[in-house]
């Protein structure tokens, strides 16, 4: 048997405590009697519950507790309640919950479950306190707490929407064939304020096979839809789609493709670096380098810190019919803070490999109002993914910032953008902390800056 | 060589407050601490998995002893500062303190200064 009785904790911890309390007393006696000096009432808090209820989780966790059933229920409320904090809060990735524990003024090591039960503690569980750290805190929120848009690359920008929405208008209530039992309906198309809009369904099945019995044999498939919107801009490099999945926003780029004059580019095309402190890179890392050096150091944007960085090796370094027995890793994604100032990171950027994915925590300002938000940005073969999530802020405020980060995006990519000088600094900053194999005791790059 | 017991940011508190001195005289006090150290080990055996229970829930029980040391009050309030106006900030250097015991106890342990010295 191995489970024991909280009962017999509980009384095992008042003990502890109130022999403790004794011992400390008897050992302030013997000091004061040899000349030593005791000091009462400056204010010292009673922490005597809070000794209890630490003592009670520290040894809870050491072996099976059984607790007593509650008249109306089988498992304690109080208990339910404190696991259901915790495991909302598991969402968060570790690194982000010791960050956390640290703002709260809590310890920051341990074991997941130790930082989790540190933190419900100190908020006593309070449900409410509690969805406002994980909104606060998540650096990659779900689908339903952030903005997400595809930018895919035209081949040529226009100016002239109208004449666009006019090649579309008979492939309105109309669908294409997108790939294998996957299709784009055309709902419709509306231009105003500069903006065309074309609104789609994306249709698809999945299938696969069923057996039963023997000899019973069929197919069984699902129907699934999804709506998008893909909007174009004059003038503008890219066309923005708003879909869920990176499938349906390429569904709606194809149908683009088909029922306009636009064409939308097969993949990304970076321009490459020739000289200076970038030279060699990969040229999506000079994107992003450039994105966090010039954009989101700005009036508008600051940022405060940078929790994943993802990397592939140049396609180009992918040998093809390379031996399938060699080890090789073609990709690798970092998790921490101030990732920039992480001496890996810079080892990567410095080797040439590409730098294809952010999170970072933004602030954007605008007027009198200051948001601080979770930003993402990935590129993709044929796209950019630009997610901000909403953070504790108003959903329409968030979407005004989402739009000026595409609106950064899309300048640092068209080559609107010149901040040379700062890339540089930059870049060198990367080379010297890659050089030197030591990662700064405070982040100096970017996100020196705490929310 | 004892084990770490004291993250870097509490050793830093720890210096801070020259808590190490603290716990090391004078001999009587340290003696009792020491003496309720083995006391906590021997209880918390009784409940714990394996032999040594965990650092955190040992620190706790010695915590238990120190929060009613007002010499300990004394002496952590004149260093203070403004560090002690916060509630959380006494918690956390109760914790330390008791870590600082821990650890001392466990250095003494080791090079077999404890429980000899008791029983001298």
């Known amino acids: 048997m191995s489970a024991r009785r909280i009962e017999d904790l509980d009384e095992l911890i008042a003990g502890i405590v109130h022999d403790g309390a004794e011992v400390g007393r008897t050992a302030e006696r013997a000091v004061v009697r040899s000349g030593g000096i005791a000091r009462r009432g400056v204010g010292k808090p009673d922490l005597q519950a809070q000794l209890m209820a630490d003592l009670r989780e520290a040894l809870a966790d050491e072996v099976v507790v059984s607790r007593p059933l509650e008249a109306h229920g089988v498992i304690s409320e109080r208990e339910e309640h404190r696991e259901i904090a915790k495991r909302a809060l598991a969402g968060i990735k570790l690194p982000q919950l010791r960050t956390m524990a640290e703002d709260l003024g809590l310890a920051r090591g341990g074991r997941l479950e130790e930082v989790l039960d540190r933190i419900v503690g100190a908020m006593k569980a309070d449900e409410e306190e509690i969805a406002r750290l994980i909104i606060a805190y998540e650096t990659e929120p779900p689908p339903e707490r952030r903005f997400v848009t595809r930018l895919f690359p035209l081949t040529r920008s226009t100016d002239d929407l109208e004449l666009v929405a006019t090649g579309i208008e008979p492939y309105t209530s109309r669908y294409f064939k997108v790939g294998i039992a996957r299709w784009m309906v055309i709902d419709g198309l509306q231009v105003s304020d500069g903006l065309l809009r074309l609104r789609g369904t994306y249709r698809y099945y999945t299938a696969d096979a069923a057996r039963e019995g023997d000899e019973d044999y069929s197919l069984r498939a699902l129907n699934h839809s999804a709506s998008t919107e893909l909007r174009i801009a004059s003038r503008r490099a890219f066309v923005q789609v708003d879909a869920k999945g990176a499938t349906a926003s390429r569904a709606a780029a194809i149908a683009l493709d088909h029922a306009s004059m636009l064409s939308v580019e097969r993949g990304l095309a970076f321009p490459g670096t020739a000289e200076g402190p970038l030279f060699g890179w990969d040229p999506r890392t000079v994107f992003m380098l450039r994105l966090l050096s010039s954009r989101f150091q700005s009036d508008q944007f600051e940022v405060l810190n940078l929790t994943t960085a993802g990397f592939e090796q140049r396609r180009s370094d992918q040998i093809d019919g390379e031996d399938m027995d060699r080890p090789s890793v073609h990709s690798v994604r970092f998790q921490g803070r101030h990732l920039l100032d992480s001496v890996p990171a810079c080892n990567l950027i410095v080797r040439g490999q590409g730098f294809i994915e952010l999170n970072l925590t933004l602030r954007w300002s605008e007027g009198d109002s200051r948001l601080v938000l979770p930003v993402g940005i990935r590129i993709e073969r044929d796209h950019i993914t630009v997610a901000t999530g909403f953070g504790l802020c108003p959903p329409n405020a968030v979407r005004v910032a989402h739009r000026m980060v595409i609106d950064g995006v899309e300048r640092i990519y068209a080559g609107r953008d010149h901040g040379e000088a700062a890339v540089h600094q930059l870049a060198r900053d990367i080379r010297e902390i890659s050089q030197s194999g030591q990662t700064p005791q405070h982040a100096r790059l970017l996100g020196s800056h705490e929310a | ?120």
């Open chain 2, 1 to 120: 060589m004892a084990r770490r017991i004291l993250s870097p940011a509490d050793a830093e508190l720890r210096d801070r407050y020259k808590l190490k001195g603290w716990v090391q005289k004078p001999t009587e006090r340290r003696q009792s601490y020491f003496r309720w150290c083995d006391t906590v080990l021997s209880r918390l055996a009784t409940w714990s998995r394996s032999e040594d229970p965990a650092d955190v829930a040992v620190i706790l029980g010695i915590q238990s002893a120190l929060m009613s040391d007002d010499t300990f009050t004394e002496h952590v309030s004149r260093k203070g500062g403004d560090f002690l106006t916060e509630d959380a900030n006494w918690d956390r250097i109760y914790r330390v303190g008791s870590g600082v015991i821990y650890h001392e106890y466990l250095v003494a342990c080791e090079k077999e200064i404890w429980p000899e010295e008791a029983a001298a």
